[in-house]
């Protein structure tokens, strides 16, 4: 088995100038949750629920210490008309690790700070589209 450390991890999000930017080192966690929705299809006379799959669904959440350079990042792509591409490897980038790919909305970025400690920020991601799974 191929298991591997949380910390080297990779996430990477478009720039404001659409460029795929790693901003690994800005971030602590990812969140990757993809789902698939059932469909009912039971008729008269089952005797038991009946589901067809649906169609797959995705967000993502990231968090970390506040820095200005992903605060630019996270800035333009809240709510920006354009999906943002996404590229995330849980393992890390070396060759022929999983990575998944696509393109996401930005519809959450909050900032907290506190006098006890670090600021950080926090961002969650809606994928549209299919995500493609790959490696490096």
Do not use: W
Request: glycine share 14%.
């Amino acid at each position: 088995m191929a298991f591997g450390h949380g910390s080297k991890a990779v996430f990477k999000l478009d720039d404001s100038g659409g460029t795929l930017t790693d901003i690994s080192a800005y971030v602590t966690s990812v969140g990757f949750s993809p789902k698939a929705d059932t469909v009912e299809v039971s008729t008269l006379g089952d005797t038991a629920k009946d589901y067809i799959a649906g169609l797959k669904d995705a967000t993502i959440s990231i968090e970390g210490p506040f820095d200005p350079t992903v605060d630019a990042i996270m800035n333009a792509a809240l709510g920006a008309s354009a999906t943002k591409s996404f590229e995330y490897g849980p393992q890390g980038s070396t060759t022929g690790n999983v990575k998944y790919t696509g393109e996401a909305i930005c519809t959450g970025y909050e900032i907290s700070t506190g006098m006890d400690g670090a600021g950080t920020f926090s961002a969650e991601l809606q994928v549209t589209g299919a995500i493609t799974r790959g490696t490096y």
